[in-house]
């Protein structure tokens, strides 16, 4: 299932300072926000919790997500290997226009569902889809209003 507007790279990392430090050899001239986020996601076998620190930036065009993992007990962050490095690829993001209209379409098709958000209209929604058997990495997707849209972009 590949839909939507791909507008985001995501890397999990051990230690968001050193991610955000290689970055800046590469070209981000400020420092990005580092916001806490601890939630409960739905998952096929339920609620779990998610906590870390997460920052977002625009670099060439693209938004940068790095994820540094406290707790996962969806377990999603953890098969991102350690490589030696700084960070590791993780997913890709799309952003979905209909939020209703996505969920009927993974229910039809063959990429399960590792778990989701759904807040509803006028919210951030968001669902993660396992794509590592067909292209090797996860796949968020979200949606969100516009105004929300035009505040992320601009981080």
């Given at each position: 299932?590949?839909?939507?507007?791909?507008?985001q790279n995501?890397?999990?990392?051990?230690?968001?300072?050193?991610?955000?430090?290689?970055?800046?050899a590469?070209?981000l001239?400020k420092?990005?926000?580092?916001?806490p986020?601890?939630?409960?996601?739905?998952?096929?076998?339920g609620?779990?919790?998610?906590?870390s620190?997460?920052c977002?930036?625009?670099?060439?065009?693209?938004?940068?997500?790095?994820?540094?993992?406290?707790?996962?007990?969806?377990?999603?962050?953890?098969?991102?290997?350690?490589?030696?490095?700084a960070?590791?690829?993780?997913h890709?993001?799309?952003?979905?226009?209909d939020?209703?209209?996505f969920?009927?379409?993974?229910d039809?098709?063959?990429?399960?569902l590792?778990?989701?958000?759904?807040?509803g209209?006028?919210?951030?929604?968001?669902?993660?889809?396992?794509?590592?058997?067909?292209?090797?990495?996860?796949?968020?997707y979200?949606?969100?209003?516009?105004?929300?849209w035009?505040?992320?972009s601009?981080?």
């Open positions: 299932m590949l839909i939507g507007i791909h507008y995501g890397y999990i990392c051990d230690d968001i300072e050193a991610a955000i430090a290689e970055f800046k590469r070209g001239t420092d990005p926000m580092i916001i986020v601890d939630q409960m996601v739905d998952t096929p076998e609620p779990k919790r998610q906590k620190r997460i977002m930036f625009m670099l060439g065009g693209v938004q940068y997500e790095l994820i540094e993992v406290e707790i996962d007990e969806t377990g999603a962050y953890a098969n991102a290997k350690d490589n030696g490095g960070m590791r690829f993780h890709t993001c799309q952003r979905v226009a939020y209703a209209e969920r009927k379409a993974v039809a098709q063959d990429l399960p590792v778990f989701e958000r759904n807040s209209p006028g919210a951030l929604s968001f669902a993660y889809l396992d794509g590592r058997k067909a292209f090797g990495h996860y796949l968020e979200t949606c969100m209003p516009d105004a929300m035009d505040q992320i601009a981080m």
